[in-house]
């Protein structure tokens, strides 16, 4: 249960900013899934609650705090301020089917995360678009994970 820990880590702490592809840990998941020692479900559930768990503190973070906390230089350097500032306007017009772009968004969704609680997106709303998109990034990813591992198995 090591390797579930593991990649429930491993996708909080990418999520808020450690230089972990959110890739790797669901690839890594995929490659779990094709060993059968883990059940495929447990994996799929660990992803989406890491996934989402990260995703949520970044939204916490813009709905307490908006634009204020970019001033402090650890998220300035994260999260430039014109960013937020477009990324909010842009929630005010497209709403929370931004939240299913920003898994498309790599090394960006940090920013539209945060940018989704500063525009003050509802957290029911949030949650439900994001747990969406995690749940079809989680699939995809381990999918492909799987695959190549049953594919390397194969040489």
């Not at 450690?18 to 899934?33: F, T």
């Not at 939204?59 to 350097?77: E, H, S």
């Not at 477009?86 to 790599?106: D, E, I, Q």
């Amino acid at each position: 249960m090591i390797q579930v820990a593991a990649i429930l880590l491993g996708l909080i702490l990418g999520g808020l900013g450690a230089p972990i592809p959110e890739d790797v840990p669901l690839l890594s998941a995929g490659y779990l899934a094709s060993r059968n020692e883990i059940s495929p479900w447990l994996l799929m559930i660990t992803a989406v609650i890491g996934i989402v768990a990260s995703d949520g503190i970044l939204y916490a973070l813009g709905r307490r705090f908006g634009p204020g906390l970019l001033r402090i230089k650890l998220f300035k350097r994260h999260l430039p301020e014109k960013l937020i500032e477009k990324l909010t306007a842009l929630y005010a017009r497209h709403g929370a089917l931004l939240v299913l772009v920003a898994r498309l968004a790599v090394g960006m969704r940090a920013a539209f995360f945060f940018a989704a609680g500063a525009a003050g997106m509802r957290a029911r709303r949030f949650v439900l678009f994001d747990v969406a998109g995690a749940a079809l990034a989680a699939c995809v990813w381990m999918y492909f994970g799987l695959r190549l591992a049953l594919a390397a198995r194969g040489l």
